[in-house]
């Protein structure tokens, strides 16, 4: 039995994984609350220690920040070094993500917070992590085969996925969709008998955004501004200012279009699924065939995402900056955009359960959602290559569980 010295009460020693316990709450919190909402008292409280405690760990929340970002990459790093089996670098990918789930949402909301130098360092790591995995899918490759980094890409965009939202299956079952979903990415990824994307004469990666015309409207000028701003920086490192200036205005006349920034953040996302729920409304007006309808809101999906990566990028990543009525009102319109594509799913493949036919339906949206992000995937081919991996994701089979 511990008894007290004579001087006072006994001193409860620290846990020795006190620093990790800080680090994967930090992480967390930043995920779901963003990292601009979160501060170190906020970390303290939720471990269960005093703020002073927290800094002898961590001087400030962007070491934190840092951390968060080097720890997850390193896990990846560690588990594909040396593989060599593309399937078996899928497998090990997914156990990583299944245990921590911060990483993408992170870094497309919160990468803005970082330093230049720290984000570069990051930046290449996580291109050398996405390159690596890319080189194992194109030694197995053949003629005619969807680009390696595209497949590498949509299979971090699929794991990556619960990240944003966490999908409808048990918790138990996640890691066995997962592994399903990519290990269908990386076989239609390999498959030699795709059909060949059409190459558009004119794409976003032809363009130079800075050159681009904008609206006569000043108001819809200022909304494109603003979406492409936001998804390329970061919406807390955006002004009115900003947006003012690289319209040709002062900020403050943003106001006479905008009630505030947030104003135009709202306006961009419901833009997004006006957009959306039209291209369903002439979809299933046109057709009786589920597989026909859900093969043609794909292409709808995918040609949108590819035309307005901004707009996806910006609804993936700083939907969680609002909050009360607005983001209720949002989240429940996405519920039920996704909740039409899960009918049709459902329609075609009636013995999967409704959660099944849910989760497949996020994880096809998140490979398009995925790839359209990384700029350097922005070719004119790129909506046909991620159109045919994500609807390997919609027909993924799904083993029954043992």
């Known amino acids: 039995m511990t008894t007290a010295p004579a001087d006072g009460p006994a001193r409860r020693a620290r846990p020795k994984d006190r620093k990790q316990r800080i680090l994967t709450t930090a992480a ?224 403050p006349s943003v106001y006479n279009h905008f009630s505030s920034k947030r104003d135009i953040l709202v306006c961009g996302i419901r833009r997004s699924f006006d957009a959306l729920w039209l291209e369903l409304g002439r979809v299933l007006g046109q057709t009786t065939d589920p597989q026909v309808a859900l093969d043609q809101l794909l292409a709808g999906y995918t040609r949108f995402a590819y035309g307005h990566w901004d707009l996806i990028a910006v609804c993936l990543s700083h939907t969680a900056l609002l909050d009360g009525d607005e983001l209720a009102s949002l989240t429940r319109t996405y519920l039920d955009y996704v909740g039409e594509w899960r009918r049709l799913v459902h329609m075609c493949r009636p013995e999967l359960t409704a959660d099944e036919a849910q989760t497949l339906v996020d994880l096809t949206l998140a490979v398009v959602n995925g790839v359209v992000r990384v700029e350097v995937l922005r070719t004119p081919t790129l909506p046909d290559d991620a159109r045919w991996l994500a609807a390997a994701v919609l027909s993924a089979p799904l083993p029954l569980v043992e």
Request: proline letters at 7%; glycine letters at 6%; charged letters at 25%.
């Open 28 to 251: 967390e919190l930043f995920r779901t609350d963003g990292y601009h909402a979160v501060s170190m008292s906020d970390i303290a409280e939720r471990v269960g220690i005093v703020p002073s405690a927290l800094y002898r760990h961590y001087r400030n929340k962007n070491e934190l920040l840092v951390a968060a970002f080097d720890e997850a990459l390193s896990r990846y790093e560690e588990e594909i070094e040396g593989v060599a089996d593309p399937v078996e670098a899928t497998r090990r990918i997914v156990h990583v993500t299944t245990g921590s789930r911060a990483l993408d949402s992170l870094w497309s909301r919160d990468q803005g917070h970082l330093r230049p130098e720290e984000r570069a360092v990051l930046l290449r790591r996580i291109r050398t992590v996405a390159s690596g995995f890319a080189s194992l899918i194109d030694a197995a490759s053949e003629p005619g085969c969807v680009p390696a980094d595209v497949t590498s890409w949509a299979v971090f965009a699929v794991v990556n996925w619960p990240g944003h939202r966490e999908l409808p299956v048990p918790v138990a079952d996640q890691p066995r969709m997962l592994m399903e979903a990519a290990r269908a990415v990386v076989a239609a990824g390999l498959d030699p008998n795709r059909p060949q994307p059409e190459t558009m004469s004119v794409g976003p990666a032809q363009i130079d955004a800075g050159a681009r015309m904008l609206p006569a409207s000043r108001r819809e000028a200022l909304l494109t501004t603003a979406i492409t701003m936001f998804a390329a920086r970061g919406y807390p490192n955006v002004s009115l200012d900003d947006i003012g200036d690289a319209v040709g205005i002062a900020g």
